[in-house]
């Protein structure tokens, strides 16, 4: 009985996620923030909250590719899909990266164009509700920073590399981490790896300290 229970919630999921990629929103303006929640609804047939109808984040490189996310007390704005054309699609797609990349020109673009393509899908796209850091912060002190790069391995594999500021939640103090973000060669999302964490905390006389 359990098991079917499972297997019935498992076959909702899937059709709901047919119906949300299947549906056509070209009928709402995506080009204002109205649009898109009105957009978002109709995906979801659930309001959108006040809070979470404040994040949406859109930047010139990602042309045509909108980010949502909702907003938790704890951390900000999470992400939660993307509209990319006229079409929506989860952060949990597993096309999600593949879609956005493909709508911005990757299948046409040449090796130092899908660099650019990569690197301003992370920053301003899976990583839209984060603070990419462009510069080394005071925080770091002597310690080692590298602003974003990227590049292409043999097997066509694309690999962007940056660091990030993550939200900070109920934690006190500031947390960093260097990430890699990884792209097949047709566009895929391979994954992504943290290879260095980086916390700052404040003693209780308010000087910082690394942990």
């Known amino acids: 009985m359990k098991r079917a229970f499972t297997l019935l919630c498992l076959l909702g999921l899937l059709i709901s996620a047919s119906v949300i990629r299947g549906q056509d929103l070209s009928k709402f303006d995506l080009s204002t923030n109205e649009g898109v929640n009105a957009a978002r609804e109709a995906v979801t047939g659930k309001p959108v909250d006040d809070r979470s109808k404040r994040c949406v984040r859109r930047d010139d490189s990602l042309a ?16 939660e899909g993307a509209f990319i054309g006229s079409r929506y699609l989860t952060a949990r797609d597993k096309d999600l990266s593949k879609a956005a990349l493909e709508e911005l020109g990757w299948k046409a673009a040449n090796q130092k164009q899908r660099e650019a393509l990569s690197a301003a899908w992370v920053a301003k796209g899976l990583l839209g509700f984060s603070e990419v850091l462009s510069e080394k912060p005071e925080d770091f002190g002597s310690h080692p920073f590298q602003t974003t790069q990227v590049i292409t391995r043999v097997n066509g594999e694309t690999v962007v590399t ?23 060669s047709d566009g895929d999302f391979a994954g992504y790896n943290t290879l260095e964490n980086f916390p700052k905390a404040k003693t209780e006389s308010g000087t910082d300290f690394s942990l």
């Open 162 to 184: 940056l660091w990030v500021r993550l939200p900070s939640g109920r934690s006190r103090g500031r947390t960093y981490q260097l990430r890699e973000y990884k792209f097949s």
């Open 64 to 79: 045509k590719v909108v980010m949502v996310g909702n907003f938790a007390y704890d951390y900000g704005c999470r992400l």
